[in-house]
């Protein structure tokens, strides 16, 4: 059974930083995306990260900001958020491509992210 855990969210003020994980178990070689969802919005990509680690992608308005990585002996994989802005507050899921919509689709709790001064 795969499990995906989401912690590393917290308070910030606007220009700070914050490292979330996500600890999978029951899976392993998977592509991993990091979405957010802010309050009243729709679900968002924010970031994926491919199987072996080589190929990453970002949603435009984090390029340069958040860094997604991977840690294979861990089977945890982090999103690096600096230079944090109030737009970014969000609750942060992970989620592997196969549970993100269809018959399987399934989310964790994920983390709280709040930026604000």
């Known amino acids: 059974q795969v499990q995906l855990v989401e912690s590393g969210g917290g308070l910030v003020q606007p220009g700070g930083s914050l490292r979330l994980s996500c600890t999978a178990s029951?899976?392993?070689?998977?592509?991993m995306h990091w979405y957010r969802q802010a309050p009243g919005k729709q679900r968002e990509l924010v970031a994926t990260?491919?199987?072996?680690?080589?190929?990453?992608n970002y949603k435009d308005s984090v390029k340069g900001r958040f860094t997604i990585s991977r840690d294979s002996a861990k089977n945890t994989v982090y999103l690096q958020m600096n230079s944090l802005k109030p737009e970014d507050t969000a609750v942060y899921y992970c989620?592997?491509?196969?549970?993100?919509?269809?018959?399987?689709?399934?989310w964790g709790q994920g983390t709280q992210v709040t930026v604000s001064s």
């Open positions: 029951g899976i392993i070689s998977y592509t």
């Open positions: 990260i491919s199987i072996g680690g080589t190929t990453t």
């Open positions: 989620n592997i491509p196969s549970r993100t919509s269809g018959p399987f689709e399934s």
